[in-house]
């Protein structure tokens, strides 16, 4: 059975500062996909990993993935007040039965 | 534009009454998808459609029904709703499964007293 992990499951840190969200994952799979969620919103795609040694970065951002090791990290540069939210890892399960499977989220907050 | 609609975004009901949440694509996407989301656990699948008239449970199927008669649309259906089905309910679709993103609905918020 495919489980997705992510950690921490609750972030606060100040502006100005960096951080890594970790996402652990525990069968094969080549695709990892990672949303963010504002507060009674719907989820946003941010990036879509595709392979090993994926790396993609969008403003302060930056997401990778490692097959080998299933795990996949979102880094935060110099994090802002507008980075707040949930963020979500997901996992495809080709093989079998098609599923995305989604950590538990990481709610990040972030105190100017 | 390119969206994803459900209906109703809100609903408070009561044990027993029936009720079905509508899911609707413009993207002629092949593949929709239901989710559940609760405090601490994530999002869990409930169903999911690769194409019309193809179906499968995810991983909380019980107590809830679905059908793909059409492409766009992909209803989920309470047939005896229990407080335990008290969620945020989301409808996402994506062209297929591992083409890029899935893309998301607003979520139905629902309260089964």
């Known amino acids: 059975e495919l489980k997705v992990e992510q950690n921490p499951l609750f972030l606060s840190m100040q502006e100005g500062k960096n951080y890594t969200i970790y996402c652990n994952y525990s069968?094969?799979?080549?695709?990892l996909y990672w949303y963010r969620q504002d507060p009674g919103k719907s989820l946003e795609s941010l990036f879509v990993l595709l392979s090993n040694g994926a790396v993609k970065q969008e403003g302060r951002l930056m997401a990778s993935l490692d097959t080998k090791a299933r795990l996949s990290t979102l880094h935060i540069t110099a994090a802002v007040h507008d980075l707040s939210a949930t963020y979500f890892c997901a996992v495809d399960r080709i093989q079998g039965a098609q599923k995305l499977v989604f950590g538990q989220g990481t709610r990040l907050t972030i105190n100017p | 534009e390119a969206q994803v609609t459900q209906n109703p975004r809100y609903l408070i009901t009561v044990t027993g009454k029936k009720l079905t949440v509508t899911c609707s694509q413009n993207?002629?996407?092949?593949?929709m998808s239901w989710y559940r989301q609760d405090p601490g656990l994530g999002l869990r699948q409930i169903y999911y459609?690769?194409?019309?008239?193809?179906?499968d449970k995810g991983d909380v199927p019980e107590g809830y029904k679905v059908s793909r008669k059409e492409k766009r649309n992909f209803p989920l259906i309470l047939e005896s709703p229990s407080p335990n089905q008290t969620s945020l309910y989301f409808c996402a679709s994506s062209l297929r499964l591992g083409w890029r993103e899935l893309f998301f609905g607003e979520g139905s918020r629902l309260t089964v007293l």
């Open positions: 459609s690769m194409n019309v008239e193809v179906t």
């Open positions: 993207m002629n996407h092949e593949y």
């Open positions: 069968t094969t799979s080549d695709r």
